[in-house]
């Protein structure tokens, strides 16, 4: 039993136990295995449980849970199957730039059909040379009368396939002061200009689709900017403090997963006329994954619970992310060793998907370098 630090974590975990016995383990497997595409009618069932806009504000469509609650659903939803939960995470992702800047007309406009799922939005961040360096943008926006037209392409980006809404970082050009400055704008996806495909072969999280975007000439009116010119990094950079809190509980999620079925397979593999939970070779390895795993929990569940407090978490959000995601690295290895072939090979267990889910985890919403230059950047200014 995960250690629950407030009462009204674990009604959640019941709730998605029964919701993943019903929809989530009987296809997973399946959605891991096609090819490459959107599962969309998969996407409205998590959408009308709930899961969508589980975070969103009360006042414009969604759940209004806390971040705490919100980590909770992440990691439980993501024990159960990772693609799933990532889904879950990304409309969180992008519409947290709507709810947390825009203005009263752009938020009861949009954030209420993203929470339902009637619109599916994308953080439309990354370039091909702006990933780690994001503030690299190329594209770019000019103001042409009361629209802007934006010219770029946009890589990695998490639903960026099938996104009926983008919430877009670029420069803005501006003609007559003859400076760019990165902002926000949000694009309906059906202007003429974007257009998108599904980046193949993905390793893992195969459910959860990754798009490539390119923009020519794409118009937005002037009103769609999200906050003040220049404000764009900023909204991105602290839209992601959040979003790795949520890729830390993704973390928990598969490293508490890996144990478990480490420990259900110990019990029940018998070598040299024993199970190999007799053996202390096999303990040591259940030991470290379980305290490991619960470390990595405290440490998300505490930036979770500062950034309810309003407090800025830049630190103790990088802190959890790169924690988490290299335990998770651990606990899948370790549970591949225990499984041996029978991990290795997916006909027989999860393990072979828990291990490919689990790797980009440290790359995505940052690497865990970018994390480690995060701390260090906190401690040492
Ligand atoms: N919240 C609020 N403001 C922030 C912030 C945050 N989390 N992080 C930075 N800022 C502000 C800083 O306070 C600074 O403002 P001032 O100029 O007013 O002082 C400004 O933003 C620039 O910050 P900083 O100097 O730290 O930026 P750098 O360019 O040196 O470094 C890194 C930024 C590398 C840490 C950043 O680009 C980053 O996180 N990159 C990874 C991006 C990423 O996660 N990509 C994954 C894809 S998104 S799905």
Redesign the pocket.
Known sequence: MAYNLDEKQQPIRDQIKKFAEKEVLPVCMELDRRKESFPSEYYQKLAKAGYVGFAMPKEYGGGGHDNLEYITMMEELTYWDAPTGLMAAIPQ?ATFPIFAYGTEEQKKKYVPKCASGELIPS?V??ERNA?????NQSTVAVIEGDHFVINGEKI?I?HGDVCTLGVLFCKIADKEENRTRISSIIIETDTPGWKARTLEHKMGMRAATTGLITLENVKAPLENQLGETGRG??I???T??G?RIGVAAQAVGIAQRALDESIKYAKSRIAFGAPIAKLQAIQWMIADMATRTEAARLMAYKAASEQDKGN?V?MEAAQAKMYATEVANFCVDKAMQIHSGYGYIGEFSIIEKLYRDQRVTEI????NE?QR??IA?SLLR
Do not use: K, P, Q
């Not at 990933?131 to 503030?135: I, N, V």
């Open positions: 992702l953080f961040l990354t990933g780690s360096d994001a503030s990695f998490m990094f900023i991105a950079m602290n992601l403090d979003a800025r830049s995505y919403e940052g690497t970018i230059l995060v950047n």
